[in-house]
């Protein structure tokens, strides 16, 4: 078959040429004569004496070294901190011109919220005279909050209390005033200091709605949960107990037919085995639709408890969201108030004003009628 191949693939099937012959360079291993073992007395003068031996060094193992890492991580942050404290004097910084009794402190602002929308958001507590947005140095973009110096002492105190919780640009603001320079002893948050509950620790310590977090608030929530889980707790005792007087009541109707079949099986003057038979075949099916209704009635009593659970669980953030409305509007109401009543004084400031005006132009009409009467009474 292979003579009638191509010879391009009569090529593939050729054999290879045979491998060269080249003579060994050095003699064969079984001709080379052995190595003579000798004893190492040649080589004792070279060793060194045992008392210039140096001692012998431990490494470290993998657990130390991290350890050792992680305290002397922690120690030049501890030595960065307190650095940082030390050279931290708000009172003394040139940046800082305003007057802290009337500059109010914004924070959890949105990064797109700009200097002219936090300006008309806060104008209507009062006139504003500097707004300072904080920004980072190295990229120049937003931290997300802000110092505003307002005119008046006054005004600075009503937007503390209505503007807290409003909301602006989709986020809800935080305000507070100024305590870098007004309370003693105080450090920011980056020093270890400040103020807010959002990242106190475990999840059901962190405060999860917005505005200034007061300690006493914190303390009346707490107080609240325990008083709920307390309730919970007795609810859960008390449903058990009525669990365990069913189990009971059931036992004694249980054990009372028991006892009145007994009874009817033993009124026929002994019965027979038939009479025996269809007892026995009775108290099986009784006591296997008992253990069905039992079954049943525990996983009721099971889907029940969750259904409680779950719409407890409902009501207390029904409850936990129809209080923060509640404050919400009462703030919104006092904010209302507050305007309004700045209002009704902005009127009655501005009437006061044009009745001063009114009287001025009388006097000075007056005045020009007995000007005019001298001047006439001279030319006569």
């Known amino acids: 078959m292979t003579q009638y191949l191509p010879p391009n693939l009569l090529a593939l099937f050729a054999p290879r040429e045979p491998i060269p012959y080249f003579p060994p360079l050095d003699t064969l291993p079984h001709e080379k004569k052995p190595w003579?073992?000798?004893?190492?007395?040649?080589?004792?003068?070279g060793f060194e004496d045992p008392s210039e031996t140096p001692a012998p060094t431990r490494g470290e193992t993998r657990e130390e070294r991290l350890a050792r890492k992680n305290h002397e991580r922690e120690e030049r942050h501890r030595n960065a901190m307190e650095e940082a404290i030390s050279s931290w004097e708000p009172t003394n910084d040139p940046n800082i011109a305003c007057d802290p009794f009337k500059t109010l402190f914004v924070g959890r602002i949105n990064f797109d919220t700009s200097e002219s929308k936090l300006r008309r958001e806060f104008e209507q507590y009062g006139p504003i005279k500097k707004i300072t947005m904080v920004m980072d140095q190295k990229t120049g973009k937003p931290r997300g909050y802000a110092f505003i110096e307002y005119e008046h002492e006054r005004d600075m105190h009503g937007a503390y209390k209505h503007a807290d919780g409003r909301k602006i640009d989709g986020k809800r603001v935080v305000v507070d005033v100024e305590r870098g320079r007004t309370v003693k002893s105080w450090k920011p948050r980056r020093l270890g200091g400040g103020l807010g509950g959002t990242r106190i620790g475990?999840?059901?310590?962190?405060?999860?709605y917005s505005g200034r977090v007061d300690e006493r608030d914190m303390e009346r929530n707490a107080g609240h949960e325990r008083d709920r889980e307390r309730d919970r707790g007795e609810e859960r005792d008390r449903e058990r107990d009525r669990e365990r007087d069913r189990e009971r009541d059931k036992e004694r109707r249980r054990d009372r037919s028991r006892e009145r079949s007994d009874r009817r099986g033993g009124g026929g003057g002994g019965g027979s085995r038939r009479s025996r038979s269809r007892e026995r075949d009775r108290d099986r099916k009784y006591s296997r639709r008992s253990r069905s209704r039992e079954?049943?009635?525990?996983?009721?009593?099971r889907s029940r408890d969750r259904g409680r659970d779950r719409d407890r669980k409902d009501k207390d953030k029904k409850d936990k969201d129809r209080d923060r409305d509640k404050e919400r509007d009462k703030k919104d109401r006092e904010r209302d108030k507050d305007k309004k009543d700045r209002d009704k004084s902005k009127d009655k400031d501005r009437d006061r004003e044009k009745e001063k005006e009114k009287d001025r132009d009388k006097e000075k009409e007056k005045e020009k009628a007995q000007n005019g009467s001298v001047?006439?009474?001279e030319t006569a």
Not at 36 to 45: A, H, R, W
Not at 202 to 208: H, R
Not at 295 to 301: A, G, I, L, Q, V
């Open 36 to 45: 003579l073992y000798t004893g190492i007395s040649v080589y004792v003068q």
């Open 202 to 208: 475990a999840p059901q310590e962190n405060i999860k």
């Open 375 to 377: 001047q006439a009474m």
């Open 295 to 301: 079954r049943d009635r525990k996983d009721r009593s």
